[in-house]
C-alpha cells in the first residue's frame, strides 16, 4: 500500500532563508507524487508533481523537489522563504493506477518571520 | 489549467437536515471524481471515489446511506450530507480527473471547498 509521511508539522523559518520541508514515502510500484499548498479555507494548489521523468521537479512560486529513490525521499525545498508561502502544505502520493485517490501526509505548517 | 468548483462555499444547517454540495468541472470532462474530508488542522481523508454513470465506491468507515454520492454527468458530482449533526462539520473538497483524456499524468484538480457547520 502507498503512504506518505511528512517529517515534523510545523516548520518555521526567517524571511529570505532556506524552506525544507519533509517528506518521505511507501510505495510499492513506482510513484506517482505530489506537492500541495493550501491557504486558510481554500482548496488545494498543486506546486509540483514527479511522475517518473526528472528527478529534480522545478514547480510554482520557486519550490522544487527531488526524488531520491535510495532514501524514499521527495523532500520541498525553496532557497528564499516569502512571507507569502506562510501555508500548509502536503505530500501526497498516488493511491494506485491512474484515475486512483491521491494518498495525503498530515501535512506541514510553514511559518515565515520577518 | 482545468478548474473545478465547489457550490456552496460554506453552508450553515440545523442538525437532522440534509445538504447537497455540488463539485463541477469547469472546462474538461471528469470521468473520476473524488470526495474529501478535512478536520480542522488535520489532513485530507479520502471518502468516496466517484466514477460517472457508476456507483460511488465508498473507503472503510464512511457510511454510504449517510454520504450519498451522485456522477451522472462528466462534469458534475454532488455529495448529500444526509441527517447532519454537529459532528459531521468539517469542510469538504472534491477533486476532479480524466485519467485518459488530456491531463495524461492523473493530475488531480481539487475544488476550493465547502465549509459545513452543522448545529
Known amino acids: 500500500a502507498q503512504s506518505v509521511t511528512q517529517l515534523g508539522s510545523h516548520v518555521s523559518v526567517s524571511e529570505g532563508a532556506l524552506v525544507l520541508l519533509r517528506c518521505n514515502y511507501s510505495?510499492?510500484?513506482?510513484?506517482?507524487l505530489f506537492w500541495y499548498v493550501q491557504y486558510p479555507n481554500q482548496g488545494l494548489q498543486l506546486l509540483l508533481k514527479?511522475?517518473?521523468?526528472?528527478?529534480l521537479v522545478k514547480g510554482i512560486n520557486g519550490f522544487e523537489a527531488e526524488f531520491k529513490k535510495s532514501e524514499t525521499s521527495f523532500h520541498l525545498t525553496k532557497p528564499s522563504a516569502h512571507m507569502s508561502d506562510a501555508a500548509e502544505y502536503f505530500c501526497?502520493?498516488?493511491?494506485?493506477?491512474?484515475?486512483?485517490?491521491?494518498?495525503f501526509g498530515k501535512g506541514t505548517t510553514l511559518s515565515v518571520s520577518s | 489549467g482545468a478548474v473545478v468548483s465547489q457550490h456552496p462555499s460554506w453552508v450553515i444547517c440545523k442538525s437532522g437536515t440534509s445538504v447537497k454540495i455540488e463539485c463541477r468541472s469547469l472546462?474538461?470532462?471528469?470521468?473520476?471524481m473524488f470526495w474529501y474530508r478535512q478536520f480542522p488542522k488535520q489532513s485530507l481523508m479520502l471518502m468516496a471515489t466517484?466514477?460517472?454513470?457508476?456507483?460511488?465506491?465508498?473507503e472503510q468507515g464512511v457510511e454510504k446511506d449517510k454520504f450519498l454520492i451522485n456522477h451522472a454527468s462528466l462534469t458534475l458530482s454532488t455529495l448529500t450530507v444526509t441527517s447532519a449533526h454537529p459532528e459531521d462539520s468539517s469542510f469538504y473538497i472534491c477533486?476532479?480527473?480524466?485519467?485518459?483524456?488530456?491531463?495524461?499524468?492523473?493530475?488531480?484538480?481539487f475544488g476550493p471547498g465547502t465549509r459545513l457547520t452543522v448545529l
Open positions: 514527479y511522475t517518473s521523468a526528472a528527478t
Open positions: 472546462d474538461f470532462q471528469a470521468t473520476t
Open positions: 466517484s466514477n460517472e454513470g457508476s456507483k460511488a465506491t465508498y
Open positions: 501526497a502520493v498516488r493511491s494506485g493506477q491512474a484515475g486512483t485517490a491521491l494518498i
Open positions: 477533486s476532479a480527473t480524466n485519467p485518459s483524456g488530456l491531463h495524461s499524468y492523473n493530475e488531480q484538480f
Open positions: 510505495s510499492s510500484v513506482p510513484p506517482y
